[in-house]
């Protein structure tokens, strides 16, 4: 079959919603596109814990405690299932822990933001695993069959995270003045950079329209922003606090919230490495990578000891 055949055929099965299976025949570009989303994706939940791991032996109660770390924890499984989704593509894990450590990969501008008082922990699960769910239950319909199961279970999860997070602003924006305040400070701070998670603006993402086609994407960059700024307004005033954005106004007739301008240059230079806290985070990885050295020799000692045992029982 001519590759024009295979790339009609291709189209006809994503346009028919049949997913695309790791056996499946895929052009080149869709199997590196899915690689590049994916392994990010995967590296954003594993520098996603470090933010939050900063507050574990300081949450306010055991309750609190409890909760986070079981958080914590499942943003680890989200990278374990995400890497293992990104594997059945063709690239190993040993290969996209390569291009994260050395700069080469990407993973989300929010996680280069300091965690400086406990209602940051509030504001991460009410905003910033509010804006994740917003882009992942869109992605349960992606295309590629692997991607799209692994996402099922995470937006089950992620949204018991957004929960944990909103039940914290309420609490703080119920509690003391001084509370409030907390609460209202850990949103000044973390507003923009939450609607900065969605990428660029549509005329200015270079993935968009190919992921589009493929319906690796079901929706843009602009429409998920959109969408959560809608949803997010009612919950900020049910929680009494303010939107730190004067442009931020209901408009009729599009029936949507109208919105201010994105810093996109602070967009740009937190993505190209310069965020308040890139280099932590990185630093942080690297030292957990080679702690971890063991490890992973002790594992695949382990490994082939198992695989000679098993061969000489079958001699
Ligand atoms: N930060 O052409 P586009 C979470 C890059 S998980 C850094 O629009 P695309 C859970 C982009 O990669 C959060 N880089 O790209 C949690 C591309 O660079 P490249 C992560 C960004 O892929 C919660 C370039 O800019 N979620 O939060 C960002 O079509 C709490 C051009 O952009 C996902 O990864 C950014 N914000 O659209 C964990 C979801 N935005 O690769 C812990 C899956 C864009 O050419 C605690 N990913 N870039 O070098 C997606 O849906 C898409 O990849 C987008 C970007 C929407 C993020």
Known sequence: MSREELEKRFQEKIDAEIK????????????????????????????????EGNWITRAPTLRRK?????????????GLYLYSAAETLGISREEMIEQLLSGKAKYSSIFNYPTLTWADIGAIGW???????MNQVMLTRTSYGPYARAMVRICKEESFHQRQGYE????LARGTEVQR???????????????MMFGPSDKDSVHTAESMKWKIKRKTNDELRQQFV??????????????????LKWNEARGHYDFGEIDWEEFWRVVKGNGPCNHLRMKARREAHEKGAWVREAALAYAEKRRQRQQQKAS
């Open 127 to 133: 905003l910033v695993d509010g804006a994740a769910i």
């Open 20 to 51: 695309i299976e790791p056996k499946d025949w895929m052009p080149e570009r869709y199997r590196r596109n899915l690689i590049r989303q994916i392994s990010q994706h995967a590296h954003s939940e594993v520098v996603g814990m470090l933010p």
């Open 168 to 171: 914290i602003m309420l609490t």
């Open 181 to 195: 305040q907390m609460a209202q400070d850990a949103l000044n701070r973390w507003w923009w950079p939450a609607l």
């Open 230 to 247: 809608d949803v997010t307004v009612p919950q900020a005033e049910y929680l009494g606090l303010t939107i730190p954005d004067p442009d």
């Open 66 to 78: 409890v909760a986070l770390l079981a958080k914590v924890q499942d943003e680890a499984g989200h």
